[in-house]
T-cell receptor, first 118, second 115 residues
């Protein structure tokens, strides 16, 4: 069964460093998402991406974040200058449809990358 | 904007008890989708169910059942004859039709099932 994969499973970085979290969505999916879950808290939407551009972003997704689909398979989240409060689990998700029509927008989640900022 | 409330932060039951996890939502959209996810201690998010706003029929899947009531904006989840393996954090989520790239999660309910 196709699944979303994420690498690395755990990333440790120093405050101020740049990190790139990688995701490989399900191959025929067109919509991609990043979510964040600070330890013990709820899952929060960060950004959605379609047709090589951001379709929506939350207030959390500020200028230090960026997303990219550098090739036909990867979807990345870059944090330019990490802060302590960026420590969280980051989930990637993909779906084969988004807004419009009667589509369900069922999002399939990856296993997450745990980011620890020291 | 849509909002999901899971008022129960933590629930503890003894194995074989039935347990209901509450979810109340707010949305201005007439078409929306509701979801439940399970997050076991390993951390991944496991999809359990999706329901669209036009389908109020309750659903049963094995020991799991869901009660969707638009009149009270609730989408509650019941586990019958709970087992230790059911111990996890359960999240309810809402996605609006006109904005369904943005899935909003509730705060989650931590369920502990003791042997």
């Amino acid at each position: 069964e196709p699944e979303v994969t994420q690498t690395p499973s755990h990333q440790v970085t120093q405050m101020g460093q740049e990190v790139i979290l990688r995701c490989v969505p399900i191959s025929n999916h067109l919509y991609f998402y990043w979510y964040r879950q600070i330890l013990g808290q709820k899952v929060e939407f960060l950004v959605s991406f379609y047709n090589n551009e951001i379709s929506e972003k939350s207030e959390i997704f500020d200028d230090q974040f960026s997303v990219e689909r550098p090739d036909g398979s990867n979807f990345t989240l870059k944090i330019r200058s990490t802060k302590l409060e960026d420590s969280a689990m980051y989930f990637c998700a993909s779906s084969d449809s988004g807004s419009g029509g009667a589509s369900y927008n069922e999002q399939f989640f990856g296993p997450g990358t745990r980011l620890t900022v020291l | 904007a849509q909002k999901v409330t899971q008022a129960q932060t933590e629930i503890s039951v003894v194995e074989k008890e039935d347990v209901t996890l509450d979810c109340v939502y707010e949305t201005r959209d007439t078409t929306y989708y509701l979801f439940w996810y399970k997050q076991p201690p390993s951390g991944e998010l496991v999809f359990l169910i999706r329901r669209n706003s036009f389908d109020e029929q309750n659903e049963i899947s094995g020991r799991y059942s869901w009660n969707f009531q638009k009149s009270t904006s609730s989408f509650n989840f019941t586990i019958t004859a709970s087992q230790v393996v059911d111990s996890a954090v359960y999240f309810c989520a809402l996605s609006e039709f006109r904005n369904n790239n943005d899935m909003r999660f509730g705060a989650g309910t931590r369920l502990t099932v003791k042997p």
